[in-house]
């Protein structure tokens, strides 16, 4: 089945470090790939996604690049603010044979950003 | 209102006691879904809605879970004889049509005591 493997948190970083969270992936069709945001005492956001091989998502400097050789979608942004302290999760949705939006989540790397 | 909405927010139950919980979907959107989040863990899918019915609830853990979507808007969660495994927070989504963004709420986090 579908699976989506992120790198071991928490991740601490200093203001303006850059960051990189690694997932990857395991997919029976041709996922689409997302990232969450989950900020404190906040319900899950879309950070960005990308629906085919070799697409870029961004969004608030935040950047993924769907790579179907290496089955990954690692997250990074070259100068973290505190502000980006937050769970981030990877997601994909599997378009194989399935007509909706059902979701398949890493279980979520925890980023804390000291000033 | 402008989002998802899930009520309530927090519920503690004692073991074996029936509890419902409700979700408010965006206006129009056609799609819903649950999913379930332990601690430490992402979100795992229990079941999605396409209007009325459920088109997909192969995520329910077992018997004692059931949703429904009479109206094919608000939603509601149910769960049989609690056990302490059922702590968790429930998170719920919608989405205009089932391949559309999906945008979720803020979550009911449920204690069984």
């Known amino acids: 089945g579908d699976s989506v493997t992120q790198m071991e948190g928490p991740v601490t970083l200093s203001e303006e470090a850059f960051l990189t969270i690694n997932c990857t992936y395991t997919?029976?069709?041709?996922?689409?790939l997302f990232w969450y945001v989950q900020y404190p005492g906040e319900g899950l956001q879309l950070l960005l996604k990308?629906?085919?091989?070799?697409d870029k998502g961004s969004n608030k400097g935040f950047e993924a690049t769907y790579r179907k050789e290496t089955t990954s979608f690692h997250l990074e942004k070259g100068s973290v603010q505190v502000s980006d302290s937050a769970v981030y999760f990877c997601a994909l949705r599997d378009a194989g044979g399935t007509s909706y939006g059902k979701l398949t989540f890493g279980q979520g790397t925890i980023l804390t950003v000291h000033p | 209102g402008a989002g998802v909405s899930q009520t309530p927010s927090n519920k503690v139950t004692e073991k074996g006691k029936y509890v419902e919980l409700r979700c408010d979907p965006i206006?129009?959107?056609?799609?819903l879904y649950w999913y379930r989040q332990s601690l430490g863990q992402g979100p795992e899918f229990l079941i999605y809605f396409q209007g009325t019915g459920a088109a997909d609830d192969s995520g329910l853990p077992n018997d004692r879970f059931f949703a429904v979507r009479p109206e094919g808007s608000v939603s509601t969660l149910k769960i049989q004889r609690t056990e302490r495994g059922d702590s968790a927070v429930y998170l719920c989504a919608s989405s205009l049509g089932g391949t559309d963004e999906a945008f979720f709420g803020q979550g009911t986090r449920l204690t069984v005591v």
């Open positions: 997919a029976t069709g041709y996922p689409s």
């Open positions: 206006s129009g959107h056609t799609a």
């Open positions: 990308a629906t085919k091989a070799d």
